[in-house]
């Protein structure tokens, strides 16, 4: 349910704004405490107009900001984990079923990208990249890229399983060519470790997406993320501790959420689990 709240959230952000009047973009000096410029108002000027407070000295809304930074986390988290389940089924299931060569350069491959310092790289390339490339695009693509080594893994794995199955085998010798084989008879057999992976690979994306907005390589502002909010709110934290507060829940409740769907989606496509439970 709370994964359902979170995606209803990220999709209705424009309208929820739109209802309530306010937008993660438009200044309400009028909020603040000309003096300080901080939040008029008990915790971080929370009241009926602003849900979760404002932004000091812009007077942003809060909520508005969470609501559309739900959006931006969703979108590259989702699609970036796309990215790295289509090149890690491609590269581990083509592994394990042919084996050799192949599947020594691909466990080779897999393990420099385990062991290559992913989060320095990401930072200099978003550094260096031109402006004409979308950001957005640029961290789906490089944040996906990384990702496909842990899929390549356990999609190798599997299809190691898979192969040594008697309607695979009857297949090979009908004499039905290996591509066949491969996408007709062994990946539709694969989709359960795949819907797991892809599961607990989305809060990690989308982490990763807020660690590299939180040190400033991101998404460029003033595109919402939470990982910019809460980078913004480490500077309010003694004045303003409620601007760090919901940004960090947001955070916190999607990547759990992910998690514990994607370990609940295991235990109950592992046919070992289900044995277990049944004892």
Do not use: C
Request: without cysteine; neutral net charge.
């Amino acid at each position: 349910m709370l994964i359902v709240g979170f995606v209803l959230l990220a999709l209705a952000a424009p309208l929820i704004t739109r209802i309530t009047g306010q937008d993660p973009y438009t200044y309400d000096k009028t909020a603040l405490d000309p003096a300080s410029g901080l939040p008029a108002g008990p915790l971080g000027g929370i009241s009926a107009e602003h849900w979760f407070g404002v932004e000091p000295l812009t007077g942003r809304d809060v909520f508005a900001i969470v609501a559309h930074g739900a959006r931006t986390s969703f979108l590259i988290g989702v699609l970036a984990t796309a990215v790295a389940v289509v090149l890690g089924v491609a590269l581990g299931a083509s592994a394990g079923y042919f084996g050799g060569w192949w599947d020594r350069v691909v466990g080779w491959t897999g393990d420099v990208l385990f062991g290559f310092p992913y989060l320095v790289f990401m930072i200099a390339l978003s550094a260096v990249a031109p402006p004409s490339i979308p950001q957005t695009l640029l961290l789906v693509v490089v944040i996906g890229f990384f990702g496909w080594p842990r899929v390549a893994r356990v999609v190798r794995s599997a299809t190691l399983g898979v192969a040594r199955r008697d309607f695979v085998r009857a297949s090979q010798v009908m004499g039905s060519p290996a591509w066949r084989t491969l996408t007709r008879r062994v990946l539709p057999n694969l989709w359960g470790p795949v819907v797991v992976v892809a599961t607990l690979s989305i809060p990690e994306r989308i982490g990763l997406e807020a660690a590299l907005s939180f040190l400033g390589v991101g998404v460029h502002p003033p595109t919402p993320s939470w990982g910019r909010s809460i980078s913004d709110a480490i500077g309010w934290v003694q004045t303003d501790p409620m601007l760090l507060v919901f940004p960090g829940l947001a955070l916190f409740g999607a990547t759990l959420a992910f998690n514990l769907l994607g370990d609940g989606l295991r235990d109950a496509l592992d046919p070992r689990t289900a044995r277990d439970g049944a004892h």
